[in-house]
């Protein structure tokens, strides 16, 4: 089963952009399949952040953008705030159809 | 959006079976896929597996020899089965509604499950 690599933590002063990646392989991202992402606070379920690469949910605000070229996706934030600070999954599907999740990324809001 | 609700034993002893329940509500289960993901303490998020409702279901495979997932559309609630578990199954259990793209739009509020005699 393949797997999805984020950074462990990445951080940035509240008003900055930060990116966070999410590096696949050839059967999985580099496929085509779509790549999704989460927001988990502390204590908490995830919550859908960005659908299909690009989309967001109603609810969730345009500072959250996602993309992605290649094996690899990126979700940025812009405007960072403090109510940001949380981990953040990347998932998607290799070619037996299995769901991925990244490791994790610890974002920290200075 | 629809509501989802895990239930079960919250403590399972070794070599024993793990088994949830969860529970739908707002919405039906017909026609969308329902999956199961845990997360270890400290750790992140593993998918299981899915159900399609109509019986379909997809394993992680490295659970796969161990994992059952099932569904009940009269009762609107699918369920976990992982058998002879083990300290390294001790975690939160989440169950989820799969959408068009794949991705998990609705999730439970989640379950911790520990193994422990």
């Known amino acids: 089963q393949s797997v999805l690599t984020q950074p462990p933590s990445v951080s940035g002063a509240p008003g900055q952009r930060v990116t966070i990646s999410c590096t696949g392989s050839?059967?999985?991202?580099?496929?085509?399949?779509?790549v999704h992402w989460y927001q988990q606070l502390p204590g908490t379920a995830p919550k859908l952040l960005i659908y299909?690469?690009?989309n967001r949910p109603s609810g969730v605000p345009d500072r959250f953008s996602g993309s992605n070229s290649g094996t690899s996706a990126s979700l940025a934030i812009t405007g960072l705030q403090a109510e940001d600070e949380a981990d953040y999954y990347c998932?998607?599907?290799?070619?037996?159809?299995?769901?991925?999740f990244g490791g994790g990324t610890k974002l920290t809001v200075l | 959006q629809v509501q989802l609700q895990e239930s079960g034993p919250g403590l399972v002893k070794p070599s024993e079976t793990l088994s949830l329940t969860c529970t739908v509500s707002?919405?039906?289960?017909?026609?969308?896929?329902w999956g199961w993901i845990r997360q270890a303490p400290g750790k992140g998020l593993e998918w299981i597996g899915h159900?399609?409702?109509?019986?379909?279901?997809d394993y992680n495979p490295s659970l796969k020899s161990r994992v059952t997932i099932s569904v009940d559309t009269s009762k609107n609630q699918f369920s976990l089965k992982l058998t002879s578990v083990t300290a390294a199954d001790t975690a939160v259990y989440y169950c989820?509604?799969?959408?068009?793209?794949?991705?998990?739009?609705?999730w439970g509020q989640g379950t911790l499950v520990t193994v422990s005699s």
């Open positions: 159900i399609y409702s109509s019986g379909d279901t």
């Open positions: 998932q998607s599907y290799d070619s037996s159809l299995s769901a991925l």
């Open positions: 050839s059967s999985d991202i580099g496929a085509g399949y779509d």
């Open positions: 989820a509604k799969r959408a068009d793209y794949g991705d998990f739009d609705s």
């Open positions: 299909g690469n690009v």
């Open positions: 707002g919405g039906s289960l017909i026609s969308s896929y």
